[in-house]
T-cell receptor, first 111, second 111 residues
Framework: EDQVTQSPEALRLQEGESSSLNCSYT??????LFWYRQDPGKGPEFLFT???AGEEKEKERLKATLTKKESFLHITAPKPEDSATYLC????????????FGTGTRLTVIP | ETGVTQSPTHLIKTRGQQVTLRCSSQ?????VSWYQQALGQGPQFIFQ???????GRGNFPPRFSGLQFPNYSSELNVNALELDDSALYLC??????????FGQGTRLTVV
């Protein structure tokens, strides 16, 4: 059965304190791995798509990496406006190109 | 701003009633997916429509149904509402096989 597990569930960081969020996955065949940011009461906002092990993508203070078993979202020198829930999702080669989500990591950055 | 709009933004219904939620997809996108997100959880796939045909379905009962129109906008219908149907309902549009862009969601409360 396809599974996506995110850790930690919640993370509190001081402004400027870098850290990483983890997304481990078990799927029959990976089509792509996606990272989204979600603010309270809003829809998820697309951040990155990764397709193959070794791939990396960057956007401002965020960097996403992918291995055959997991993905990391690295946050460098975070700011309070980076506070949000970060969702990881996979699409599989056997599915209808839908997304299978983890439960997210709730990030709080304290000034 | 994703170009995906959902209506209404909030809705309160009574158990047993029926509800219709609407989604206008991003210009040029021919695929619409619907997700249910309970509080504190990741979005769960309900179903997907591609060029007006259902293209995949998650583990939801038949009282969850949908439509996609020639302009690729979509509706989600839920019959015989239950208290557990209270959630944020998200619509995502994409080109087939491409990354999904989400609307802001409809918050449904069943009392």
């Amino acid at each position: 059965e396809d599974q996506v597990t995110q850790s930690p569930e919640a993370l509190r960081l001081q402004e400027g304190e870098s850290s990483s969020l983890n997304c481990s996955y078990t799927v029959s065949g990976l089509r792509g791995l996606f990272w989204y940011r979600q603010d309270p009461g809003k829809g998820p906002e697309f951040l990155f798509t990764l397709y193959s092990a070794g791939e990396e993508k960057e956007k401002e203070r965020l960097k996403a990496t992918l291995t055959k078993k997991e993905s990391f979202l690295h946050i460098t020198a975070p700011k309070p406006e980076d506070s949000a829930t970060y969702l990881c999702a996979v699409s599989t080669t056997t599915g209808a190109n839908n997304l299978f989500f983890g439960t997210g990591t709730r990030l709080t950055v304290i000034p | 701003e994703t170009g995906v709009t959902q209506s209404p933004t909030h809705l309160i219904k009574t158990r047993g009633q029926q509800v219709t939620l609407r989604c206008s997809s991003q210009s040029g996108h021919n695929t619409v997916s619907w997700y249910q997100q309970a509080l504190g959880q990741g979005p769960q796939f309900i179903f997907q429509y591609y060029r007006e045909e259902e293209n995949g379905r998650g583990n939801f009962p038949p009282r969850f149904s949908g439509l996609q129109f020639p302009n690729y906008s979509s509706e989600l219908n839920v019959n015989a509402l239950e208290l557990d149907d209270s959630a944020l309902y998200l619509c995502a549009s994409s080109l087939a096989g491409g990354k999904a862009f989400f609307g802001q969601g409809t918050r449904l409360t069943v009392v």
